[in-house]
């Protein structure tokens, strides 16, 4: 079945630097890629996705890059603000059977002031 | 306005009692879902409706029972709990079956005894 695979685990950044999250997925079908941030006691919200017709998207300090030959996708934070902090999710859709996500197992990310 | 509701927040209760978890949805999406999150972050699928009609059932023991009133509801039944339910459920609603945006509700942490 489809694997995600998130790395790292944890990222710990100084405010004002950039963080970097690749995911990495094993189904070459796979066309929808979304992002998700869940803050401390919250639900998942998506803040980027990406489809695979497209290589590049961004919104305002978020961005998403996606390379289908080596099925990977990432999510790039500039200018991190403390506001930042929170585990982030990547998802790709499983093409076989029924249409559902892949999440990857999250990435807690730590801005500090 | 919250767009998906689930009642109640903090469940705790002893091995072996029934308990239900409900979930409401006001953006008029077409299917739901549930969703259980471990102690490490892991969001794993448990079910998923459309149009009040079940989707996907992922491998979940039989004394979980969704239900479906209506397509703006789906409730969670869970028969003789055990301590490894003890988790975060999350509700979840999208326009259209994983091609689009997911809605959470802010989660149910259920403790087990």
């Known amino acids: 079945g ?3 695979e998130q790395h790292p685990s944890t990222l710990s950044v100084q ?6 999250i690749k995911c990495t997925y094993s189904d070459s079908a796979s066309n929808y890629f979304p992002w998700y941030k869940q ?3 919250k639900g998942p919200q998506l803040i980027i996705d990406i489809r695979s017709n497209v290589g590049e998207k961004k919104d ?6 996606l390379n289908k030959t080596a099925k990977h996708f990432s999510l790039h ?8 902090s929170a585990v982030y999710f990547c998802a790709a859709s499983i093409s076989y059977g029924n249409n559902r996500l892949a999440f990857g197992k999250g990435n807690q990310v730590v801005v500090i002031p | ?11 705790v209760t002893q091995m072996g009692n029934d308990k239900s978890i409900k979930c409401e949805q006001n953006l008029g999406h077409d299917t739901m879902y549930w969703y259980k999150q471990d102690s490490k972050k892991f969001l794993k699928i448990m079910f998923s ?3 009040k009609e079940l989707i996907i059932n992922e491998t979940v023991p039989n004394r979980f029972s969704p239900k479906s009133p209506d397509k703006a509801h789906l409730n969670l039944h869970i028969n003789s709990l ?12 999208s326009r259209l079956e994983f091609t689009g945006e997911l809605f959470f509700g802010e989660g149910s942490r259920l403790t087990v005894l």
């Open chain 1, 77 to 84: 934070i500039t200018e991190t603000q403390p506001e930042d």
């Open chain 1, 60 to 65: 305002q300090r978020i961005a998403v890059t």
């Open chain 2, 82 to 93: 055990e301590l490894g339910d003890s988790a975060v459920y999350f509700c979840a609603s």
């Open chain 1, 39 to 41: 803050e401390l006691g």
């Open chain 1, 2 to 4: 489809e694997n995600v």
């Open chain 1, 15 to 20: 405010e004002g630097d950039s963080a970097v």
């Open chain 2, 49 to 51: 409706y459309n149009n």
């Open chain 2, 1 to 11: 306005d919250t767009a998906v509701s689930q009642t109640p927040k903090y469940l």
